[in-house]
């Protein structure tokens, strides 16, 4: 019997010393590492400076800037965007309201703005504006309002969108992004017709990309996951995009926001 | 100006653990642009740091170090309060210098 229990204690180790971690622990692991000197911390503070200073044709700043909770606050506005905004009359997300205060307030010029590609010009300073108003709500849950009617239209607008095929390779948000477990090389792609958990997803953009050295806002990951189904580039801060942004916001309620993120 | 760097120093035992996040380029100088031409290197070369005034490294960087480097040493002896500076130097004679108070 004794022997019987030392051999089964032998196997039982045998097998921990077999247990792999599988690729999702490892890349887990990976991103841990990294997450210790997240550059995103670079943008963030860029994005407070920018923020603050007085700039653009109106030479002020950004601190009037409603996101939400009233004039200037910061704090817990981003866990609940994209959101119904009364002065403009539309749904808006994180970037398209930053763009209406760099309009409203510093003259800036948005259809100047929307043109200029990713990662240049204003474009870059929008990345770091939106590093920096996501931080502010780093731990806080999603949740997006959704009492307005035209919010709940967006959100219908949103799944519409996302269930939508097309393009050469007849794809939709959904063919992969539709049901659990599944991944493109090695990235595990979140299922975001439901809340796909803390972090995840939703949750975790904008982030840091080590890859390209870039901080991608929401807005940059779904021109290009628009680029890798080989449909045309959606407008920058367009109505298909924020709509997309209130399904999944909606769909990821009570996950814990870790923006901005740091991903491969 | 360069962007500004993190610097953090947080004790450790009877030392501090120092962690430095850097905003550069660090452009190598082989990669080309969309019209094929060269991107010039643009890099870090130079990095130090002191301890109450007190040099503790130097290191000599180049080309294959990333973008945005991250930089992580540990003191053996420190105490909180103690000042930790960090510069660097790349090779267009640009400089920065921030410091840390180890907590």
């Known amino acids: 019997m004794r022997r019987l229990i030392v051999g089964a204690m032998a196997l039982a180790c045998v097998q921990l010393v077999h247990a792999q971690p599988t690729t999702a622990e490892g890349i887990a692991r990976y991103r841990e590492m990294l997450a210790d000197g997240n550059p995103a911390d670079l943008f963030e503070a ?12 109106k030479v002020a700043s950004l601190e009037q800037c ?33 763009l209406t205060c760099m309009e409203t307030l510093q003259g800036l010029d948005p ?26 709500s780093r731990g806080q849950k999603m949740s997006l309002p959704q ?9 219908e607008l949103g799944k519409r969108v996302f269930f939508f095929r097309g393009g050469p390779y007849d794809f939709s948000c959904a063919s992969c ?49 628009y680029r890798q189904q080989r449909f045309p580039f959606p407008g920058f801060a367009s109505d298909a995009t924020i709509a997309l942004g209130v399904y999944m916001g909606v769909n990821a309620k009570g996950a814990e926001s870790i923006a901005p993120a740091i991903k491969r | 100006m360069a962007d500004p760097m993190r610097v953090r120093a947080q004790v450790k035992g009877t030392g501090a653990e120092v962690r430095v996040l850097m905003a550069h380029e660090m452009e190598t100088g082989q990669r080309r642009d969309a ?49 930790v500076v960090v510069s660097w130097k790349d090779n267009r004679g640009d400089s920065r210098t921030d410091e840390a108070v180890v907590a």
Not at chain 2, 64 to 83: E, H, Q, R, T
């Open chain 2, 35 to 83: 019209a094929g031409k060269l991107i010039p290197a643009w890099h870090i070369t130079e990095v130090t740091a002191q301890h109450n005034g007190k040099p503790v490294l130097t290191a000599h960087w180049g080309p294959a170090v990333s973008k945005n480097p991250f930089m992580f040493f540990a003191l053996k002896s420190a105490k909180a309060g103690d000042k």
């Open chain 1, 147 to 155: 009492g307005h009617t035209k919010e709940r239209e967006m959100f």
């Open chain 1, 66 to 98: 409603d996101l939400g909770k009233g004039r200037g606050v910061v704090k817990g506005a981003f866990v609940e965007l994209p959101r119904w905004f009364a002065d403009t009359q539309r749904v808006q997300d994180l970037e398209s309201r930053l």
């Open chain 1, 177 to 225: 992004h539709g049901e659990a477990g599944k991944r493109i090389r090695l990235q595990d792609l979140p299922e975001l017709t439901k809340n796909p958990g803390d972090g995840i997803g939703f949750a975790a953009w904008p982030a840091y990309r080590v890859s390209s050295g870039e901080m991608w806002s929401m807005q940059r990951r779904l021109n290009d996951c």
């Open chain 1, 111 to 136: 259809t100047v703005i929307a043109a200029t590609p990713f990662g240049r010009g204003e474009q870059a300073n929008m990345e770091a504006l939106a590093a920096y108003v996501s931080a502010a």
């Open chain 1, 46 to 57: 860029k994005g407070e400076g920018l923020w603050k200073q007085k700039r653009g044709p």
